[in-house]
């Protein structure tokens, strides 16, 4: 617990007594948790999140997922490869809308290809254990369904990490979401507390929270930190890989913004042939006056090592 006065209240494992500890400077880095909901509580048996679908000792005959969002597609793509018959509910209408418009029925198409049974607009509304299965009901296109399922993984999203860490009494200033407000520097309203990662606003990513600590670190010694946000990467680890970096088509169509479409398809790729992968693209999107590359977008094989090449471009300010 972060406590007045830059002190910190610690449990300890060996001990019924609360360590506390003070400090001329405070780094609140305490990561997220998987979202759970009323209408599916985990069990970590039948009904599970995120981290215990990593820990199946058998192979699921069918799986549903709740959630098609990047969690619950690296899950489903990972059980189905290990022949589980997968079914993922997402409840939004859209398929992968922090995706590009190219690059989401694309992947749509891919997955389902694969035997991934996604169905959209599906919002489950109860979940009831018998015979050591799972009935999960579920509401689509207004009628009622239901399927038996041998586990359940629940993938709706993370939440921050600050509900028990921070009491009322320690006066730090949180929005409605559980979020640490920062200022630029990543201080938060208590002089020298800072706080990075998964429980500010921005990305849930691991290299995003990595980089914000180097920035931080820089600010304590009193040197220059920087965070571009414009130019960090997004990568789901299915297969296809999905990678992004910048602005989407619909982002800059929206904001107004003038820009031309460059798309180039691995099936013109020799090398994408040579390894017979050639299902994917990449699509790049530059301004239409400067030529200043504003997005870039793969689907396909080797997406989350080639995205680095589009990070790069876009640090340097690169022109298509």
Known sequence: ELLPGKRLRVSQHNSDTPLELTAEHIIIATGSSPIEISAAETDRK?????????????????????GAGVIGLEMGSVWRRFGSSVTLLEAQDTFLPAADRDIA??????????????????RVTATQQHDNRVRVSYSEAGKDHQIDVDRLVVAVGRRPNTESLLPAESGLQIDEGGFIHVDKHF????????????????????????????AVADFIAGHHGRINYATIPSVIY??????????????????????????????????????????????????????EVLGIHIIGAHASELIAEAVLAMEYRATA
């Open 46 to 66: 039948l009904i599970v999140d995120s981290r215990d679908a990593l820990d199946f000792d058998t192979v699921p005959e069918h799986l549903a997922i709740i």
């Open 105 to 122: 029925p694309l992947a749509l198409a891919q997955y389902r290809e694969q035997g991934l049974d996604i169905r959209i607009g599906a």
């Open 187 to 214: 201080m938060t309203n208590l002089p020298d507390v800072y706080a990075i990662g998964d429980v500010i606003r921005g990305p849930m990513l691991a290299h995003k929270g990595s980089a914000e600590g180097k």
């Open 238 to 291: 299915t297969e296809p890989e999905i990678a992004w970096v910048g602005q989407t088509e619909q982002a800059l169509s929206q904001a107004g913004v003038s820009y031309r479409i460059g798309k180039f398809p691995f099936a013109a790729s020799g090398r994408a042939r040579a390894m017979q992968k050639t299902a994917g693209m990449v699509k790049v999107l530059a301004e239409a006056n400067t030529d």
